[in-house]
């Protein structure tokens, strides 16, 4: 019954693509039978950027049916959106008290934005790992499942925690650690560039819900080389790619047989794409049906939502009130 709690953020912007699926959220799918799992749709968080009332909604709506689409239970997890938990704005606000303009101008992730985005360096931004530690502590978390462009900001939430417990001399937040998946368990993704990974902000991904034309399209597109001219030749970074995204998802009589097309310089890289575009659909299909009709099922989407908010409310609302007796708030009335 004692699971360590586990929590995860996700801001609605963009679709999921093959890479984090493979990268974190079939892990999520498997630590939701392990861990008391917390994983919410960081809308809060998203707008420093600034979207439109509209494409916040949409955005908002299409994470929750794929994460749904991929597995997430909500039977198992709690699945919530940010701004349905408004405590976790207040622990914020106390949270910001304690947080120094100096560290946090140092964070890699803000100066990165406020470079991308020189027009909008909003305070925001500036506070951004400030809510995140909220959002962490706020359950008590004991793990979070962070890819590396997060560790600095999970560095910040254990910064933020061991301090309100030292100011308070308290021991109100355990202090979060790291969630790393093992070797096994991470299956890294390549891009169809040739290179690196595939990412949303690389501009080489293959979303979860792509139509079957746009995914032949873009695998047709992958950068090869010009082929094998010796038997048995080491493969260039761009064809070890095609390579490992077909072993991700096609058989292995299909891999072994282009491969064996390849050491005999018989590859016709054409038809290797051919056949990695049909493979990626046939995986894709089922989960896109799946979003689909999800997409379509509004009142069960709301009824997710509505207990997710419910048990997460209940967790962040029991954590504020200890905050806020060591704090000193005490109710006139
Ligand atoms: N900052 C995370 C990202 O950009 C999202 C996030 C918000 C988060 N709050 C979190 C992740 C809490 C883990 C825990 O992807």
Do not use: W
């Amino acid at each position: 019954m004692n699971k360590p709690t586990v929590v995860s953020g996700i801001r609605p912007t963009g679709f999921l693509h093959l890479g984090n699926y493979f990268g974190a959220v079939r892990n999520f799918v498997r630590m939701q039978n392990d861990y008391h799992c917390f994983f919410f749709i960081a809308d809060i968080h998203s707008l420093t950027t600034h979207p439109t009332p509209e494409n916040l909604q949409a955005g908002v709506k299409q994470v929750l049916a794929e994460y749904l689409a991929c597995g997430i239970d909500p039977e198992k997890a709690t699945i919530f959106i940010q701004s349905d938990v408004p405590e976790v704005t207040e622990l914020y606000t106390f949270l910001n008290m304690n947080a120094y303009l100096g560290e946090l101008e140092r964070t890699t992730s803000f100066k990165e934005k406020a470079r991308k985005q020189p027009e909008n360096v909003n305070a925001g931004l500036l506070t951004y790992p400030v809510l995140m530690a909220a959002d962490i502590i706020i359950h008590k978390a004991n793990f979070v499942p962070v890819g590396k462009d997060q560790e600095q900001n999970l560095e910040m939430a254990r910064k933020f925690a061991g301090r309100f417990n030292r100011i308070y001399n308290s021991e109100v937040f355990p202090i979060p650690r790291p969630f790393t998946f093992d070797g096994k368990d991470m299956i890294k993704v390549p891009g169809l560039d040739g290179s690196g990974k595939m990412g949303k902000s690389e501009g080489n991904a293959i979303n979860l819900y792509e139509d079957p034309k746009s995914i032949r399209k873009k695998v047709m597109r992958a950068v090869t080389d010009t082929g094998p001219t010796e038997q048995n030749s080491p493969k260039s970074e761009a064809v070890e790619n095609l390579f490992t995204l077909m072993k991700i998802v096609s058989k292995h009589d299909v891999v072994e047989h282009f491969d064996g097309l390849y050491n005999r310089c018989e590859i016709r890289y054409g038809d290797m794409k051919k056949q990695l575009a049909e493979d990626i659909i046939a995986f894709t299909n089922p989960i896109r049906t799946r979003i689909d009709e999800i997409l379509k099922d509004e009142a069960y989407l709301a009824k997710v939502a509505r207990e997710g908010s419910e048990k997460a409310c209940e967790s962040a609302l029991k954590t504020l009130n200890e905050v806020k007796q060591l704090i000193g708030f005490k109710s006139l009335f």
